[in-house]
Every structure is written in structure tokens, then in C-alpha cells.
């Protein structure tokens, strides 16, 4: 397993060892030992997500205020481009972005810590998106930003417009959206 940090450095990616051959392949998903190395500290999982969506479906971007959320995400049918967004307003990257496409191909995997704002857009026909979170989810702290905020200037790398939720098309523009502390 192969693990880097993005341009945001407490953003991971992580590129799993792939056996293949002409039967199929195997690989190790995840590795509790490694991840926490990498990240220098321990992680709980609590929840685990799976969805699935269609060409041109963003979601995002979404984050929780209170009880934050740590996700470790990857797609194990189609195409996304996945976005994080530094919301810690102590941080040399505060409102900086990154992005990694994650595929059923490339198999790789992405960290987005506890204070990041998280979304993604599908580029393939469908993709099905799993990830697994450090937090339970919880609709009371939930918030988003708006996913075409000027400040921020994401490259969603998607010719036309996304189909989004009716609460992602209201989310607050960056300068509104509430933000971490730390």
C-alpha cells in the first residue's frame, strides 16, 4: 500500500497493492496499521456509506460543524473526481482545495480529515462511492458550501452542468458557510 500526501498534506491518497491475473485480482482495501502510521495518530471508524449515482450527479460539498467527520473513500464501480475543501481557519491551507480522480480502476483510495468540507462529481455513466467515516452521521450539524463557489474556483473537470440535490443548489457561498475553528 502506497500512501502520499496531496498538496494539502493532512489529505491522503492512498494506492492499495493490487494482485491480478487472469482470474481477477486481490487487494488489501485496508490496513488499520498502516493508515494510522501514515497519519501519525489513531482512527476509529463508525459508519460505513455506499451510494451510488449516475453521470454528472455532485454531491457536495458537505460537511458536519459539530461531530466532524474524517472519511476514508473510494469507488468500486465507475468514475469520480473527489474534492476537499480545508475549513480550519488555523490552517496555512485554509479554503485551499484538492482533488484525485478515484476509480474501480486505479482502485485508490482518499483521506479528507476531520475539518475539510467533502464532495465529488461522477464522470463515468454510474459510479458507486464507499467510505467509511469516524463520526456518526448527524443531520442537526450537517452543512454544505456551494459547489461552484468563486473563491474557492474548484476544476470539477465536467463539461456541463451537475445534476445536484434542491439543499446542495442553496448551500452558502464559502465567505457564509460556517467554519472550523482549529
Do not use: C
Not at 458536519?64 to 473513500?73: S, W
Not at 463520526?135 to 463539461?159: C, G, N, S, T, V
Amino acid at each position: 500500500m502506497q500512501i502520499e500526501a496531496t498538496a494539502i498534506p493532512d489529505v491522503l491518497l492512498i494506492t492499495p497493492k493490487v494482485f491480478a491475473d487472469e482470474r481477477g485480482f486481490f487487494m488489501e482495501s485496508f490496513n488499520q496499521r498502516q493508515f494510522e502510521q501514515a497519519l501519525g495518530r489513531s482512527v476509529s471508524f463508525v459508519q460505513d456509506n455506499h451510494s451510488k449515482s449516475s453521470q454528472g450527479v455532485l454531491r457536495g460539498l458537505h460537511y458536519q460543524i459539530q461531530q466532524p467527520q474524517g472519511k476514508l473513500v473510494r469507488v468500486v464501480q465507475g468514475e469520480v473526481l473527489d474534492v476537499a475543501v480545508d475549513l480550519r481557519r488555523a490552517s496555512p491551507t485554509f479554503g485551499h482545495w484538492v482533488s484525485a480522480r478515484l476509480s474501480a480502476e486505479n482502485k485508490r483510495q482518499m483521506w479528507v480529515p476531520e475539518g475539510f468540507a467533502h464532495g465529488f462529481i461522477v464522470l463515468s455513466e454510474s459510479a458507486e462511492f464507499l467510505y467509511k467515516a469516524t463520526d456518526f452521521y448527524a443531520p442537526e450539524h450537517e452543512r454544505a458550501i456551494r459547489w461552484d463557489d468563486p473563491k474557492l474556483a474548484i476544476d470539477w473537470q465536467y463539461a456541463g452542468p451537475p445534476e445536484l440535490s434542491a439543499k446542495d443548489q442553496q448551500a452558502p457561498l464559502f465567505q457564509q458557510a460556517e467554519h472550523y475553528a482549529e
